[in-house]
């Protein structure tokens, strides 16, 4: 495998780690919207819905999250990722398309985008103890 084909996979491999933080965050407010209405009387409108974040942006999970989650720390580096998934979105992936790929570092790029995949692993993790503690013992906010 060549240094450019190690990248594009690293590359491919972060940007899906993006794509199950946000799954992950839409699927934590949806089940954090049905534990709120669980715990009202039938008489109480509560009309939050999953399909309200269904198309929001990373950044846009981020702070509803921020606001019905009581993990900080999770929430500040989740807050974080917002720059590094538009670097990546928008100017990595351009590196093995563009004319500059060809004075473009692969190497010490895969290295960052690897460290940045497993960044995003261990949050995933922590979102998924958030949402399976949120199902398990109803804890709100």
Known sequence: MTEEELYRD???????GFQLIEEGLKNYIADYHD??????PVNMVYEHRADEVANAPLGKLVDIFGKINANKQLIVELRSLQ?????????ALVNLYGPAKNG??????????????????????QILVERAELLQHGRLG
């Open 35 to 40: 534990k709120v209405r669980e715990f009202l």
């Open 83 to 91: 720059s590094k998934r538009n670097d990546l979105a928008h100017r």
């Open 10 to 16: 690293i590359a491919s491999h972060a940007l899906a």
């Open 104 to 125: 473009f570092d692969f190497s010490r790029n895969s290295t960052q985008l690897g460290e940045l995949a497993d960044d995003l692993g261990r949050l995933i993790e």
